[in-house]
């Protein structure tokens, strides 16, 4: 890993595809432009009382729905860190420019660069005048200049599990714009006490509440892990108060659009890396605290929105035109729509896999290229206690048949879901020739999305991420592309060239 500290101050270069930002609109122009802040959270469904969950009480989160707008149906590109925040800075899918792949361009052998002229969302708010920063977490899967990317001072280094609770206010002014992200460590905070900054204590949620979803057994360390999720999202809900009581004391509130969003789902089994909703349904709240007619406080979307949008309606309310490369849309335009959303799940670490998903408002149609593969290869969770208590009952024969699907030796080939009479994605339809039809009609959208945009996820392993992998993991690399790793040398790729 220490090699990524070197390659990252490597720059891709290329022209931008955008122009001036909209200079039509004289109402606006009376006005400063605003400010744009993501608080980026990981591993977190919406279990927050403002989306229904009234056992958790998050009254923070609350208050910036009711000054905003939440979406109901907002859901990952991808099921895994790296991915889902590659899509998400660059407002395109991860397959589509090779960043699918988790934990890529972690050497210089397997560097990944973005297409010529193709910039990411700082860099776009930047050369438009932006103040940019990140507090937090980066985790992209390509290489990068942070310093094109930010103007804060952290550095140039790939900053993996550092949280957004430093001094990101200092540097801002009511002079310049600013687009910030803050990460924070949301689901990954597990049981709650004292936080950082704050001397709240968070009262654990009572464990006698908190159900457990059909396909998890009755285990008490799993249930555990969940109440664990419950207090997390307290604990976040804290942590967003500050941020927004220190935006308030600055007098920037009332002109920043704020997102509050997750990667992904909660990190547990069948939920994390995998395609059904409870890895990639996330919370998604707009919020803006003064006057603007593109927000509709206190309203609630239930249409479908993919992550991918979030950076391209950033670009929107900041009236700078979206550049032609990025996929993501305006959630907030007059015409915004979308018919289906789609998933992406590739290697993960050193687990290969390739799956994807196709989520209509009605129905989830998941496509599994590896079917041989089980849900239950080797992977970083395989020696957490609740991972382990639950096989354990598995093999004891202790689960019904749907808590033991996950823990088969094979996937099914397809996977089709009545959302609306099943929202736990258990009773597979493909087979049925009842949903003959839908069946049809979502493996046609996942086609046509292929052949729009490209699917990289169709080219073979690259043998240097398979090196790096294999060097970091050892014998935990069982699939059977690591093969030509095992038996063989693989001579180091020569440098790549480094121009600043």
Known sequence: MKTIFKIAIILFTGCSLLANPIKNNKKKDSLKKPNILWIYVEDLNPILSCYGEKINPTPNLDKLAENGVLFNKAFAAAPVCSASRSANITGTMPTTFGIHNHHSSRTVEDAIFLPDGVKTIPEVFKENGYYTFSHGKDDYNFIYNRKKLYNDELGIDFYYTLTGTGDWLSPLSKNQPFFGQIQLEGGKLGLVQVYPKTKEKITPIDRNLVPLPPYYPNVPTL????????????????????????????????????????????????????????GLHIPLIVGYFGDDSQIKKQSKRTDLVSGIDIGTTSLALAEIPIPSYMEGKNIFAPNFKRDHIVATRDRCDFTIDRIRAIRTDKFKYIKNYMPNRSYTQPTYRDKRIEYVDTKKMFEAGKLNEIQAKYWLPTKPEEELFDLENDPFEINNLASNPKYRKQL???RTLLANWSKKYGDKGEEPQNIYSLKFMYERWGERCVNEEYDVIKNMKVKNKPQVSIKN
């Open 223 to 278: 249930h555990e892990d969940i109440c664990r999720q419950y207090d997390a999202a307290r604990a976040t809900d804290v942590e967003v108060k500050e941020i927004l009581d220190k935006l308030k004391d600055k007098g920037l509130l009332n002109n920043t659009y704020v997102f509050f969003f997750s990667d992904h789902g909660y990190d547990g089994y069948r939920h994390k890396q995998f395609l059904y909703d409870g």
């Open 440 to 442: 049809e009609q979502h």
